[in-house]
Structure formats: C-alpha cells, structure tokens
C-alpha cells in the first residue's frame, strides 16, 4: 500500500516519531530478505537494513510523497547501498561469501535453520529427506543467484524474491522499462543454465 | 521466429505480457522445436525455484538495535562508532583471507619465538659474547652492556633533559628496548615470508 507508506512518511516529517516505528515494521522483513539474497550475506543484511533506515531518517525532510513512492525509494538506497558494499569487499571477501554458501549447516546456520523450518513439509515421515534434498536446492540456487552479474542479479530479486513490478524495478534501477524486462529475462535464462544439474 | 528469438520470449509468454501477433509467433515455434519446448520447461520451473525460496526474517533485535543506532545519530550526526565498528569489522573480515590469516600467524609465531629466544638465551649463554654486526648481537649487548647502548642511543635521547641517561638505561627499562627490538624483527621477516 504505497499510500500508507507516503502518509506515515507524512506524519513523521510533521513530528510524529510513531510513525516513523511503523514504516520500518512494515518494511523490515521484505527488507532484509532483499539485502541477504542479493549481496549473499545474511549478517550484513541486517546492518545494511538498518542502515537503509537510517539514510531514510536522515533524507526525510526531502522526502516528497508526489511522484516518487517510498518502497522504490527505499529499495533504491538500499541497493547503492548494497553494490557500495560488494564495491568495498572486492575481492577482499570473496572467500567469506563464497564459504557462507558452500559450507553446510554449521556455519550458516541461521539462515538455513529458518529455511528448514519455513518450508518443511507437513508428513513427518518424510520431513528429514526431503527437507535436505530442498535445502540442497536452496544452497543451489543462492549460489547461482550470486554468481549472475550484478546489473541481472540486483533487477531479479528485485522481480522474483521481493515481487516487484517491472515499472516499480525500472524507478528503483533508473532504468528504461525495455532493459529492465531484457535484464530479467536474461537473468532467468543464465540462471536457467547455472541450474541445469539440479532442474 | 527462430531459436534466440524465442528465448527472448520466455518472460513475456510466462508472465502473459506477449501482443498477439508476437504470442503466435513464439507458440508456432514452440509447436515445432522440441528444444525449445524443453528450455522453456526448464526455464519455467527454474523461475519457480526461484521465487519459493523462503523469505529472511529479521532478528527479534532488529527494531531495538535501530533505534539504538538512530539514538546515536541523533545525538552525534555522522557517528563516529559507526565508522569506527565498520573498519574494525573490515579488519577482522580481512585475517579471513588465507593469505591474511598466514601473515597474521607468521608474525605471531615470529613474535612469540623472537620473546622466548630473546628471554631465554642468557640462561643457555652465560658469557655475553664480542660485539657483532648482526641485529641479534645488538640485542645481546642490550641485555649484558648497558655502557655499550649509551653509546648507541640516539642524540636526542642522549641529551634529553627531561630523562637522565641513567633514567633511560637503567634496568626496569631494558625489556622495553629488547621488545621494540623484536618488533622490529619479527615483522620485517613477515613481510617478505607472508606473501603480501
Ligand atoms: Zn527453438
């Protein structure tokens, strides 16, 4: 409900702190996930939230309702945000993102006992198996994810994990609505390829 | 419409956005390719896949922990804790590099090696040896002749007005220069071994 968005955004230029409280709830989840699935990293991803957040709470006073819509906004700052980051870590960290996908349950843990628990199915019976086999899948596909190039990878999260639209994804992007649905297409097809041994 | 053009099409036929003349382009050659049939299957179930991975939650801490960090904000504009949290995390992140993480341990075994060598040769070398050019023997003499390191203090030291000379020299301080020493060593021996 973008209208929601832009009236609590409103409220809280006028003062009301409130307000403020209530827009990151409703945003903090899609937030996090989008952070974590596009930069690989789900302890970051929360910093990096936060920080959004707080860019945004600095910004509010230029914050204007008309024309610009605050998820777009907000996916916009934390999408510089993120490609700052991964400019930052180079090839510095290229070792840590690599091992947080590969390495099993042990080190990424968290990420993977919420996987777990979110999608086991209901049979008992069938709960350990099939929830390995998924979790492989997972670990698949995340790895795939993070090795697209970061001008396909960031347009399909954008689409695919977080649901946006595709004139929604070309404000965030600043991007021409024809790239944008190029981007994703080819994005999906590269992933297609990266996924060929499991699908 | 041939092969790549087709695959051009996926998004648009699955997401039902294709102008007619376009659709029965792409399904009259779905219709004959079998490959393409088999990619567009593939593709379909990949998008899937994809879109049903479970969503990240957040930590129970995630609002508290903000509006900490807001608080901080507010009261110090541009927060220098944050900065300064990120450059140690930054550090941090860096010794998990193997080749960081080598060097970092190299100088450490170097440093705690240097120590022991350092403390424990009087008690195998009892007679202090003639003076050498190396920088061990330097070392030595430190420990044995505190008038030959008068001699090789610096000016400034020397004549320093707020620290006599035999302020500087005498006995608690002598482990002090035996570590600036030892520093000294250990990391020129890990900048060349640690592979920077
Ligand atoms: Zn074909």
Redesign the pocket.
């Known amino acids: 409900m973008p209208e929601l968005d832009d009236e609590l955004m409103e409220r809280y230029q006028k003062g009301d702190e409130n307000a403020f409280t209530l827009l990151v709830r409703r945003h903090q989840q899609p937030l996090v996930n989008f952070i974590a699935r596009f930069i690989n990293d789900r302890d970051s991803a929360e910093d990096l939230a936060q920080e959004t957040f707080i860019r945004i709470f600095k910004a509010a006073n230029r914050y204007k309702s008309e024309g610009a819509h605050f998820k777009t906004w907000m996916y916009h700052i934390a999408s510089n945000l993120c490609k700052n980051e991964l400019r930052n870590r180079g090839r510095r960290d290229r070792y840590r993102v690599d091992n947080v996908v590969n390495s099993g349950s042990d080190s990424d843990g968290d990420t993977e006992q919420i996987d777990l628990i979110a999608s086991a199915p209901a049979n008992p019976e069938l709960q350990p198996e099939i929830a390995l086999e998924r979790k492989e899948l997972r670990n698949a596909i995340q790895q795939a994810i993070s090795e697209l190039p970061e001008q396909y990878r960031l347009p399909l999260v954008l689409r695919d994990l977080q649901g946006l639209s595709y004139d929604e994804i070309s404000e965030v992007l600043e991007l021409r609505s024809g790239t944008t649905k190029s981007r994703i297409n080819r994005a999906r097809l590269m992933l297609k390829e990266k996924l060929k041994p499991f699908i | 419409m041939?092969?790549l053009q087709?695959?051009e099409h996926f998004s648009a036929h699955l997401e039902d956005t294709l102008d007619y003349q376009t659709l029965q382009g792409f399904e009259g050659?779905?219709g004959e390719?079998e490959?393409?049939q088999q990619?567009y299957a593939r593709f379909q179930e990949s998008v899937k896949a994809v879109q049903e991975l479970p969503q990240i939650e957040p930590s129970p801490y995630f609002m508290s922990t903000l509006q900490q960090r807001l608080a901080t904000e507010q009261r110090e504009p541009g927060s220098v804790k944050a900065i300064a949290t990120t450059s140690w995390k930054q550090l941090l992140d860096l010794f998990r590099r193997p080749k960081w993480a080598f060097s970092g341990i190299m100088v450490l075994i170097l440093t705690v090696a240097g120590t022991y060598f350092y403390q424990e040769r009087p008690l195998f070398d009892q007679n202090p040896r003639p003076v050498s050019g190396t920088t061990m023997s330097q070392g030595e003499q430190i420990t044995t002749s505190p008038e030959t390191l008068r001699i090789e203090l610096p000016r400034f030291v020397r004549n320093s007005r707020q620290f006599a000379p035999s302020d500087v020299l005498s006995t608690p301080t002598q482990p002090m220069q035996q570590r600036y020493m030892l520093k000294q060593v250990s990391y020129t021996n890990a900048s060349t071994s640690g592979g920077l």
Do not use: K, P, S, Y
Request: with cysteine.
């Open positions: 041939n092969c087709a695959e050659h779905l390719c490959v393409c990619e």
